[in-house]
């Protein structure tokens, strides 16, 4: 008869979320035992033994003993649970009325030892024991007990024999039935698990290698490794039985296993090979953003465009594009819910309406259109000064034009006079911008501006203006500055406009006669030389013209004189005292003129009478008529003129040369008037008293009185 001891039947595995099995232990710890014995059932939890609550079975039928132990006498199979563990596996027990027994202890798991025991009913006659394993001698031994290690699934079989002699000396061997060990495994061979069981695609999956030690060898330490085909996952061998993969992907039929190892005893069990079925997202709500933002791009930085999906798993093929363009910008495959395409230095050409698309092998879903704009920096300016003629002149309006050929709205223009802010104008919606500047003289210089869109500062090139000044109305003066000159000064005629700009030309009249011209060059004043004669009396002018209108100075009279002052008041003294000796002498020769008569006709009464009651015509003929300018009181009327019988010859005159008395200036305060007498007339040569005349007024001529009063 085969004794079967069934120590754990069908271990299988713990199902996954259930409490963990109960132990049950037995003491003595030998499933088989004689009648009559009894045997004390205990049964254990993970943690430890439990004392109450317990519920016991024995053929599958609930015991009413509800403590922590059951003392048995009956064979059968017994089963045990408390209130933290589920049912126990069956423990076969057997009582035997046999005088041998093999006996082997309880539990057994595989790789670890087990004691066998051949014990019989009176175990003191039995001299040797021996053990058989598959009818093969194993060992004989005079003590009771032997020490195997079985391996798990082991069908081999065992039994003993004892040998004695008894009282007569007779030899004698009791046979034990046999046995065969059904060993525990140590842990079941584990399986692979995943949480979710369907997870989605993208979505993180843990992987739980299950198996469990029964609460007696919970000491024993297990090791556990995951492995996707043939490739180690995570860090390799762990003591952790749960390994969390991120992300997971359907990639077709990927098979997933583990292994679970003891280090002593080194036992490795593999689970089988499962497949995790990944349920994939198609792809949704795909959005295109922009960085920087929509707005906020400068012309010259890098455009990001990313393309995002808000739910989609599994490898996701992202695409960008930009209408009017049949070719994408760029493409990339990936599994992540988003991908970036950057543009490098964007240009204004670049500007458009961009979108994108995302296809995890449901078809492409496309995003809304966004427009892209470029913000872009104002370029250096360029100033133009537009003037109303070719030359601007103070007083025009001229218009400052500044322009930058590119730059985003609005712009901000600035106007520099040698850069000295003159104003600022603003386009809101680009362009141009224009200041209008009234010209003065101190508005020639460099000109410039600058234009501002708040992403630079851009300085235009400097245009030089150069304001022309028209003349002002010149001023005349005279060095030296008299209004009566002398004939032979040297006189400076000085004209000077003091604004206009160079060069100006410079024209003196006389009596509105050119005398000549003066240019200078660098502004400022010019002179004209000019030696007097007598001629140059009169008035004088001159005339600044730079090219932008003649103007003319106010006139400036001037009387020149043949003499200086002081030569003038001698000369006047020298011609007095000539005049006055000429009357002295031709009184006399009047007198003498006529004793002469009187000796050669006789003494007359009537000539006497005649001669007493008016002067002869000598002494009308040595007094000059125009001496009215010389002082002292003016001669009677009677002295002037003779009777009318008498025949009176021609006067002498005195013819002036030159005479400043009719001159349209006025004298200086303090001058004199002077005359100068350059010739004495004759009377008329058949006059019968001609040669006494002459002989009485011999040498009577004033030019020689006048140089001798020059002389004087």
Not at 339 to 358: K, M, P
Not at 576 to 594: D, E, K, N, P, Q
């Amino acid at each position: 008869m085969l004794l079967w001891l069934l120590l754990i039947l069908a271990p299988g595995r713990q199902p996954a979320g259930a409490l963990p099995k109960a132990l049950l232990l037995l003491k003595p710890p030998w499933s088989t035992a004689f009648k009559g014995e009894t045997v004390t059932l205990f049964c254990k939890d993970h943690h430890s033994l439990a004392w109450e609550y317990v519920s016991w079975y024995h053929n599958e039928t609930p015991l009413r003993k509800q403590s922590g132990k059951l003392q048995i006498s009956k064979s059968g199979h017994y089963r045990c649970k408390t209130q933290r563990s589920s049912l126990s596996d069956p423990v076969h027990v057997q009582f035997l009325s046999d005088w041998l027994v093999l006996q082997a202890s309880h539990p057994a798991f595989e790789r670890d030892k087990v004691v066998l025991r051949c014990r019989g009913k009176e175990d003191e006659d039995i001299m040797e024991r021996t053990y058989y394993k598959n009818e093969e001698k194993i060992k004989s031994s005079y003590n009771s007990n032997i020490t195997v290690y079985p391996a798990f699934n082991d069908d081999s079989t065992y039994r003993c024999t004892a040998s004695g002699t008894n009282i007569w000396g007779r030899s004698w061997t009791e046979t034990s039935r046999p046995l065969k060990i059904q060993v525990q495994e140590l842990f079941p061979s584990p399986v692979l698990t995943a949480s979710p069981p369907w997870p989605i695609e993208g979505s993180p999956v843990t992987l739980t290698c299950e198996t469990w030690l029964p609460p007696q060898t919970s000491h024993t330490r297990l090791q556990f490794c995951f492995f996707k085909e043939h490739q180690a996952l995570g860090a390799g061998w762990s003591n952790s039985p749960e390994l969390q993969i991120p992300t997971t992907w359907s990639e077709g039929a990927a098979s997933y296993w583990c292994q679970a190892r003891t280090v002593i005893p080194r036992i490795l069990k593999t689970s089988p090979r499962s497949q995790i079925r990944v349920h994939r997202v198609p792809v949704s709500d795909v959005n295109l953003e922009t960085q920087p933002p929509v707005g906020q791009l400068i012309e010259g930085e890098d455009l990001v465009l990313i393309c995002s999906v808000a739910a989609g798993t599994g490898t996701v093929t992202f695409s960008w594009h930009r209408e009017g363009s049949e070719r994408s910008l760029g493409r990339k495959t990936q599994n992540a819910l988003s991908a970036e395409l950057r543009i490098a230095s964007v240009r204004e050409q670049d500007a458009g309406r961009y979108y994108c698309a995302a296809d995890n092998m449901d078809g492409p879903v496309l995003s809304k259109r966004i427009r892209i704009t470029l913000r872009v920096p104002v370029s250096p300016p360029v100033l133009t000064v537009r003037t109303p003629r070719a030359q601007a002149v103070e007083g025009d309006v001229v218009e400052l034009h500044c322009e930058a050929q590119r730059g985003s709205p609005p712009i901000l223009y600035r106007f520099y006079h040698e850069d000295v802010p003159l104003g600022s104008s603003s386009a809101p919606s680009g362009g141009e911008a224009s200041l209008n500047l009234s010209l003065t003289a101190e508005h020639s210089g460099n000109y410039s501006c600058e234009a501002n869109n708040s992403l630079g500062v851009q300085r235009s090139k400097m245009v030089s203006l150069s304001i022309t000044v028209p003349v002002s109305h010149p001023v005349l003066t005279l060095n030296p500055d008299v209004a009566q000159a002398m004939v032979g000064d040297v006189l400076e005629l000085r004209c000077e406009a003091q604004r206009g700009s160079p060069p100006i030309l410079y024209w003196f009249y006389h009596e509105d006669v050119i005398l000549g011209n003066t240019s200078a060059p660098f502004g400022g004043g010019a002179s004209f030389n000019l030696s007097l004669t007598t001629e140059h009396s009169g008035n004088y002018s001159c005339g600044a013209d730079n090219g932008l209108g003649a103007q003319s100075s106010e006139t400036v009279s001037l009387n020149i004189t043949g003499l200086s002052k002081n030569k003038v008041t001698h000369t006047t003294v020298g011609v007095i005292g000539c005049l006055l000796s000429m009357l002295g002498l031709a009184a006399t020769a009047a007198l003498v003129g006529r004793f002469r008569t009187q000796r050669k006709s006789g003494p007359q009464t009537g000539q006497k009478r005649g001669s007493e009651e008016a002067p002869g015509p000598e002494l009308n003929r040595a007094i000059p008529r125009n001496i009215g300018s010389v002082p002292g009181p003016d001669p009677p009327a009677q002295a002037l003129h003779g009777p009318p019988s008498l025949s009176r010859p021609a006067l002498m005159e005195l013819q002036p040369l030159y005479s400043n008395a009719h001159s349209p200036r006025r004298h200086q305060k303090g001058e004199e008037p002077a005359i100068i007498y350059s010739e004495v007339k004759r009377a008329d040569p058949d006059d019968p008293a001609r040669q006494d005349r002459e002989e009485a007024a011999e040498g009577y001529e004033n030019v020689p009185c006048a140089s001798l009063a020059l002389d004087h």
